[in-house]
């Protein structure tokens, strides 16, 4: 059976990736997020052809032309690894984010058509907030703050506060090693941020932010947390632990359930994490590669 990449236009093949992606939402937000905005760089696996039924999908991707690779991809089988080996045959990856399973499908087809090399691999656990109770006394701690510093629901006016958090954040957080920070896209991204997102936080007694806790996608049952960031000098005092409480509670507040991921490596956002009621629930992956040098022939070989 061979597999053909589908591009998502018509509404009717819209509903059919909101219909495919729903059950794996929670390992899928930013994938669902942009399902549901309708937006553009939306790809439908199927077995047929370009009018699928739902049995016929059996993936949905997201490619963008900032070489960003959003997969919804549960089964593996070879037909489906020569479709996606053809589809990715002359075009760059520059990050793959979703489920360790759905990654590594993809890892596997970029392996075999070579022309570019890891960068980096950031193995993450995937954590779904559990404890309503701890949730419940953040809000009602949420109007006095914590330590000295006061909760604040953030709008555009702050995006000149929250700057350095969120140049921190990306050097230390999401850019993999060498890849310059761009302040000019930093602010960009802050300030869409700003209006479509839920930003908290933690505002000291001199007006500067000393941490800060976002929603990164809001989707049917879910909504991911991300963007949490410490500034260095105001570590080991539970501001994260905190912030992520009042943002799960607000999450939990609107009827959605909250999740976000960690790398492994990281203990201490762990444990915040942790000690903000969250549990692990699975596994999640990012994987950045280095531009693209085509050598060929590798995609059109049988995968076996």
């Not at 330590?147 to 709008?155: H, L, Y």
Request: hydrophobic share 40%; aromatic share 10%.
């Amino acid at each position: 059976m061979a597999y053909r990449i589908v591009p998502v236009q018509a509404e009717q093949q819209f509903l059919l990736a909101r219909q495919f992606v729903l059950p794996y939402e929670k390992y899928c937000c930013s994938l669902m997020q942009r399902i549901i905005a309708r937006e553009r760089f939306l790809f439908i696996v199927s077995r047929t052809g370009t009018a699928p039924a739902f049995r016929d999908v059996a993936g949905v991707f997201c490619y963008t032309d900032g070489e960003l690779l959003l997969p919804c991809l549960p089964s593996r089988d070879r037909q489906l690894l020569a479709a996606l080996s053809c589809f990715f045959a002359r075009r760059e990856v520059f990050c793959i984010s979703g489920g360790s399973r759905s990654v590594h499908t993809l890892m596997a087809v970029l392996r075999r058509r070579g022309g570019q090399q890891i960068r980096e691999e950031k193995r993450h656990l995937f954590m779904e907030f559990q404890d309503a109770a701890a949730g419940l006394r953040a809000g009602m701690r949420q109007a006095g703050g914590i330590d000295g510093c006061t909760v604040q629901r953030c709008s555009a006016r702050d995006a000149d506060a929250l700057m350095p958090l969120q140049l921190s954040y990306k050097v230390e957080e999401v850019l993999p090693a060498g890849v310059p920070v761009s302040p000019a896209a930093e602010r960009l991204e802050l300030d869409r941020t700003l209006k479509v997102q839920t930003v908290f936080a933690l505002r000291r007694p001199d007006g500067s932010f000393a941490a800060k806790a976002q929603t990164n996608a809001c989707c049917e049952r879910y909504m991911q947390i991300g963007g949490v960031f410490t500034r260095t000098d105001c570590r080991g005092r539970g501001y994260a632990a905190f912030l992520v409480r009042c943002l799960a509670a607000d999450i939990v507040g609107r009827g959605r359930k909250a999740v976000l991921f960690v790398n492994r490596r990281n203990a201490a956002a762990i444990r915040a994490y942790q000690n903000a009621g969250f549990v692990r629930s699975g596994s999640y992956l990012v994987v950045y590669y280095d531009e693209f040098s085509p050598c060929g022939t590798a995609a059109s070989q049988e995968w076996r």
